[in-house]
């Protein structure tokens, strides 16, 4: 009967372990469920800051484009009130510019 006590509490204590096992396994199952949530929280949060950091580089390229346009614009008018203002003025920088382009072409080809 000794025997018997001794065989039945053994399989006590291993059914405790085992139970105790199982407890640490769910528990365990339970924080990767967690963290699997964290894992798609910090995701929509990333997808949502990249979304508005695109977002804003599409606003502020087409606010540089617009700003080059209407600098370049300003130029061609600036240039138009020039060579109406002074037209000979005008016509004797354009000549003296292709001049010196041309003698830089000329020496740059002769070498």
Known sequence: MNARVI??????KE?????????RVM??????SDLGQQA?????????????????????????VKRGYNRAEDLIDEATYRVKRSPLQSVALGFCGGFLIG?????????
């Open 40 to 64: 798609a929280r910090m995701r929509a949060v990333a997808g949502d800051a990249v979304a508005e950091a695109f977002e804003d580089g599409r606003v502020a390229a087409r606010r540089a």
């Open 27 to 32: 528990r365990a199952a339970a924080h990767v």
């Open 7 to 12: 065989r039945d509490d053994n399989q006590a």
């Open 103 to 111: 003698a830089v072409l000329i020496r740059l080809l002769r070498k």
């Open 15 to 23: 059914g405790s372990t085992m139970i105790e096992g199982a407890e």
